[in-house]
């Protein structure tokens, strides 16, 4: 007779075998009732992964980015600097819904910043010794030259920058060439009591490049930026140029919060001014679990990264630095006056989207550091790019009016930002690669609403959103089609209810119930919501296996307050090895005939192998939240294999009500990316199958019929399938909601999924 295990193994190839050639494919839908807009948004039509560009295997090549981006005169070439490899890449977007790879060029150091002139693209590379030995060069690249044979593709000219080269920028007009030398300091050096202060000699200037003929007759002017600002008046750092219609370059002195203005004409300084300092009202300063917008910061200095020009105006990203994070962007006229400041407006955006980095709270939270603008038809578009957050703000600016108009997701630490406009594109490329792979978004202007973010918060009474983030299960609502309930795991601290409105696109969460303990706020690992037949809920707390951190169903009212908590027996709670409690689902009426079913993630100790338990308990009738007199039994449920050629691990998510004995379950692998393959909902029905007890043993196998393939909808988003889909949900009208958890934008995009998958399970 064959073992136990192998006889389950024979009996799951077999059904994996059959679901897998009938599960349906369900697409996302919007709102049928949704009319074109009055203007256009962009959509994401596609995401690169720029490891394709080397090899995307990390025993290969560990590391690769896509720090700073630009492109071909034509718009068809995308060229982008690879720090990690000291490399340029190659992507051709004349199909930007299908961008592909060229190739790769090395360098002579570290590419730090790229620009085109003509069919001439110059990189400046990094060649220092040290922080008090800086090196550098500017190499100058034919970019036709190098189209036809990347392999051989080599610098015309090199020229030599005297120091560390930073920013590179080109004039509209071809004419100039701005290098930033920023000779950056240590940062572990204390000056004058602050770690990484100024002055480190040597001081940091602009290269002025004329380029007029050939490559090889270009000269080069340096311009000295001593003496113009109130910190380190003798160590400018400049960090970013832009230059305008007029050949006037708009330099950043990110350490020494100052803005300079070169004619590069003649080499001389116009203006120059202190980008001065902003008190930040309503901020979270603290990495304590918990978004909480209730400190001040006081005259904070702005320490601008990237500028631009949008008319006779100047644009920062203020991302901060030595003296904290000012977390906004800032207009500026000619004379250094401000005519608009964003405050906290950016990190607020980012609350509301669920993109709030809370683990960097303490030091620049959102980050802005890149910025751009463009025209796009008759709109003036400002675009600003998080580094912690990972999503680019979108302002429409007419005038001094500065109006939000919409929020791109990216993957993480967006900092090349590049407006295609003549072909209605903007590109956002990453600095980070892991675990994330670094990314280039490529997003087109359509007359579509804009697809992001899915779901997003309201604005509470004072004018700050209601924070979310790390969503991780959903339930429907007893009476109200339109209305869902979500909760987030133990990422935050002091554990809540939302109420989501999905009637309209993206879904709105408008109300929060903190849930309370003896008056007491809790923080419980949430994994499983559902409503019972009274309003009140069942929750289901992930346990960790230890004798502190235990799963629990947890009781709790409308208003929020825990009635009670429900162990598993001893003998079973002392066999958890890994994953616990994953979702939570409940039938017949509350004090009566109710049951409450949890999805256990992972196998236990003794589980067979591909086996995880569904348990069933049975309420006690005694309302005595110190008594616990209910039941407990199990069933089997068989897991797919793995079939991730990353391997990884197969597990549940969620457990949904369907009615009549039936339920819906997601079955999800821990892959993400191009990784990522089992993301699918599949159906049990448990009619006439009696689970058993732990004494009993022999728990009964769950028969599942292959319902939604989830997948295909999350690639429709045209961007990075995260690894956690963890929420379903079916309303009392048969549509279906499903909700990926973002990992509280901590090695995660940040981006939150919620689909609308239609009336997939009817």
């Not at 610098?155 to 920028?169: F, N, W, Y």
């Not at 502190?548 to 009635?563: K, Q, S």
């Not at 009696?690 to 043993?697: H, R, S, V």
Request: glycine residues 10%; aromatic residues 8%.
């Amino acid at each position: 007779m064959k073992p136990f295990n192998q006889i389950l193994g024979l009996i799951k190839k077999a059904l994996n075998t059959a679901v897998l050639a009938a599960l349906p494919v369900i697409a996302a839908t919007m709102p049928s009732n949704a009319a074109p807009p009055a203007t256009p948004y962009f959509q994401r039509i596609a995401t690169y992964l720029v490891c394709e560009n080397t090899s995307c295997d990390r025993d290969s090549v560990k590391e690769t980015v896509a720090e700073i981006i630009t492109v071909s005169k034509d718009g068809n070439i995308l060229i982008y600097t690879d720090s990690p490899t000291g490399k340029i890449g190659f992507v051709n977007i004349s199909d930007p819904a299908s961008p592909a790879g060229l190739g790769t060029v090395n360098t002579s150091g570290e590419p730090t910043s790229v620009a085109v002139t003509g069919d001439y693209f110059l990189v400046g590379v990094n060649t220092s010794a040290s922080f008090v030995a800086p090196s550098g060069m500017l190499s100058v690249y034919h970019l036709p030259s190098c189209l036809v044979d990347v392999a051989n593709c080599a610098p015309i000219r090199e020229i030599d920058m005297g120091g560390q080269p930073d920013s590179v920028a080109v004039s509209p007009n071809g004419r100039y060439a701005a290098v930033v030398i920023e000779n950056e300091r240590d940062e572990a050096v204390t000056v004058g009591g602050v770690k990484g202060g100024l002055p480190q000699s040597p001081a940091g200037y602009l290269n002025i490049i004329d380029m007029i003929g050939k490559p090889g007759n270009w000269k080069v002017r340096p311009v000295d930026l001593t003496g113009l600002a109130d910190y380190g008046i003798d160590d400018p750092e400049p960090e970013f140029v832009s230059i305008n219609q007029s050949n006037i370059a708009a330099v950043t002195l990110q350490e020494n919060n100052h803005i300079v203005f070169v004619n590069l004409a003649d080499g001389k300084i116009l203006q120059h001014f202190n980008a001065g300092s902003v008190t930040l009202e309503g901020v979270d300063i603290a990495d304590n679990k918990l978004i909480d917008f209730s400190s001040t910061l006081k005259n904070i200095p702005r320490e601008p990264d990237a500028i631009t020009w949008l008319n006779q105006m100047v644009i920062t990203a203020n991302e901060g630095d030595l003296f904290g994070g000012s977390r906004g962007f800032t207009f500026f006229n000619r004379n250094g006056t401000v005519l608009y400041d964003s405050g906290m407006e950016f990190d607020y955006l980012a609350a509301k989207i669920g993109h709030y980095p809370e683990k960097r709270s303490d030091n620049k939270g959102s980050e802005p550091e890149a910025i751009t603008t463009a025209r796009y038809g008759n709109e003036n578009l400002v675009f600003v790019g998080s580094e912690r957050a990972n999503f680019v703000g979108v302002y429409s600016v007419q005038g001094h009016s500065v109006d939000y108009k919409q929020a791109l997701p990216t993957g993480a630490g967006p900092e090349g930002l590049l407006a295609i406009p003549h072909r209605r594109l903007f590109i956002a490329s990453t600095e980070v690669d892991s675990p994330v792979r670094t990314q280039i978004n490529i997003f087109r202007l359509e007359r579509k609403p804009a697809g992001y973010p899915h779901i997003e918060s309201e604005l509470l009474a004072d004018g700050k959103p209601i924070v979310w983030g790390a969503l991780s299960a959903l339930a429907a609502d007893k009476e109200d089609a339109s209305r869902l309930y979500t909760v987030h795991d133990s990422f935050y601290n002091k554990s809540r209810i939302y109420t989501i409105d999905v009637s309209s696109h993206p879904a709105k969460i408008f109300a929060v119930t903190p849930i309370l303990k003896d008056g007491a706020a809790v923080n419980y690992d949430l994994e499983g919501i559902a409503q019972r037949s009274d309003g009140s809920f069942w929750l289901a707390s992930e346990g960790a296996g230890t004798s502190t951190t235990r799963n629990l169903l947890i009781e709790v009212n409308g208003d929020g307050t825990v009635i009670r908590e429900v162990r598993l027996p001893a003998a079973v709670d002392a066999l958890q090895v890994s994953n616990g409690y994953e979702g939570v689902a409940v039938t017949g009426r509350a004090g009566a005939d109710e049951q409450v079913y949890v999805a256990f993630q992972r196998e236990w100790k003794d589980d067979p192998l591909g086996m995880v338990r569904i348990g069933q308990y049975t309420p006690s009738l005694d309302l005595d939240p110190a008594v616990d007199e209910g039941e407990w039994k199990f069933f089997y449920y068989p897991l797919d294999p793995v079939e991730s050629p990353a391997g990884g691990w197969v597990g549940l998510s969620e457990i949904t009500v369907l009615g009549n004995g039936k339920f819906a379950i997601i079955e999800r692998d821990n892959q993400a990316g191009p990784d990522a393959r089992i993301k699918r909902v599949y159906t049990v029905d448990i009619s006439g199958i009696t689970p058993k007890t732990q004494t009993e043993g022999n728990f009964p196998i769950l028969n599942k019929s292959p319902a939604i393939d989830v997948l295909p909808a999350m690639q429709a988003g045209n961007g990075w399938v995260h690894d956690k889909l963890e929420g379903l949900a079916r309303t009392i009208d048969g549509t279906v909601y499903v909700v990926t958890d973002n990992d509280g934008v901590d090695n995660s995009t940040g981006e939150t999924q919620f689909l609308n998958l239609g009336n997939a399970l009817n």
